[in-house]
């Protein structure tokens, strides 16, 4: 049963890569990607989808740029409902999740292309590229390691830093869901996210599903600066911009009708395998829509390689996030129970909706 959730993985390490290479152009880059397809694409429920969901960013002055597409996201991504309110619901998550990551992309781009940056810049950003992709090769058949001064860790295993370095802020300052930290402006002081989180909470949700989204809103507030102002670029990308998806992530039980038991949120192999997803969706997504401050970018900056070279790099490590994602998941739904099993499910097919997203906008 647990060997049955996830597709067979294909043979031959790097094959996608090489794949990158001959194809070059980004919509075909990501369709040669390790990674599942949609299995629903429903055009009518998208666009009744994608309706309300423009006349909603509308009454934020959001451009409808900014949520272009995603009403499709949502039904390429949640196939197990068809309920244009959870629909809807998942929608708003990932435009408030993308309008509090890209709240400091101004200054991550321009510090990260200034070649008068210092050199200690340049380390940091090397450093925080290393720490990011520490999590894809962290052992998928090795014990864990004991934590390090270098590297932040989760359960002592090197983890993307949001979700140790966020968490632990978090508790070191006594947050709460609905905060920042100490002094910060609230989260739900944003109109649009909080107007996203009400209509998460409008659906058939538990206060601890209600509860899971409204820190990971926090969790990426304070990591993208919140209202302390841009961060530096090794920041952004350690933190914000791997977790760009972390609200749409938190939510996934809910908007497809069931409920993790609560304390699935403690388990160190579950936020493993969400920190994988996370980082394989936000590579898919630099591949496919490259930006200056994007982690592709870093890696080229990091390791002083030009664009096709990183963008090769940057599709071997999310070829590699993805097949130990798949390890992971396949070995702790053979130990769990019926819900988060489903959730592992839903999660594969979170991530092929996504892909199908980007290969064929």
Same mark, same amino acid.
């Given at each position: ?5 996830? =597709?067979?993985? *294909? ?29 629903r ?9 994608? $309706? ?42 990932l435009? /408030? ?14 510090? /990260? ?29 090795? *014990? ?14 090197? /983890? ?44 058939p ?23 302390s102002? =841009?961060?530096?670029?090794? $920041? ?18 809910a ?47 990091? $390791? ?26 396949? /070995? ?5 129970g019926?819900?988060?099993r489903?959730y ?18």
């Amino acid at each position: 049963m647990a060997h049955a959730l996830l =597709p067979p993985r *294909p043979h031959g390490l790097g094959t996608s890569a090489a794949a990158l290479a001959e194809t070059g152009r980004p919509a075909r880059a990501v369709a040669a990607l390790y990674c599942p397809t949609a299995v629903r694409d429903d055009t009518a429920l998208a666009q009744q989808v994608q $309706e309300p969901l423009e006349q909603w960013a509308a009454g934020f002055a959001v451009p409808p740029a900014a949520v272009a597409g995603l009403g499709r996201l949502a039904v390429l991504s949640h196939p197990d409902t068809d309920d244009p309110a959870r629909l809807g619901a998942a929608a708003k998550l990932l435009a /408030a999740g993308h309008l509090i990551e890209t709240a400091t992309l101004p200054h991550a781009a321009t510090v /990260a292309q200034d070649s008068d940056a210092p050199d200690s810049d340049a380390h940091a950003l090397a450093r925080a590229v290393d720490t990011a992709l520490q999590e894809v090769y962290d052992a998928c058949d090795l *014990p864990s390691t004991p934590p390090t001064a270098d590297v932040p860790t989760l359960h002592g295993r090197p /983890a993307a830093a949001a979700a140790a370095t966020a968490a632990a802020a978090a508790a070191a300052a006594g947050t709460t869901a609905g905060t920042t930290a100490a002094g910060a402006r609230p989260v739900t002081d944003i109109p649009l996210v909080a107007s996203a989180l009400a209509a998460f909470s409008a659906l058939p949700a538990s206060p601890y599903q209600v509860d899971r989204v409204a820190r990971a809103l926090v969790a990426l507030s304070a990591a993208a600066g919140g209202s302390s102002g =841009p961060h530096p670029p090794w $920041e952004h990308l350690s933190t914000a911009h791997l977790n760009a998806y972390s609200p749409a992530l938190a939510g996934l039980d809910a908007i497809d009708g069931y409920e993790l038991p609560p304390g699935a949120g403690a388990d160190p192999d579950l936020a493993r395998v969400v920190q994988l997803a996370s980082l394989a969706a936000v590579l898919l997504r630099d591949l496919a829509r490259p930006r200056p401050a994007g982690l592709t970018a870093a890696i080229a900056r990091a $390791e002083y390689l030009g664009t096709p070279a990183a963008a090769r790099r940057a599709a071997a490590v999310h070829d590699d996030a993805m097949r130990a994602l798949q390890h992971h998941a396949t /070995a702790l739904a053979g130990v769990s129970g019926t819900a988060i099993r489903r959730y592992l499910s839903g999660l594969w097919t979170w991530l092929g909706g996504h892909r199908t997203w980007h290969t064929a906008p």
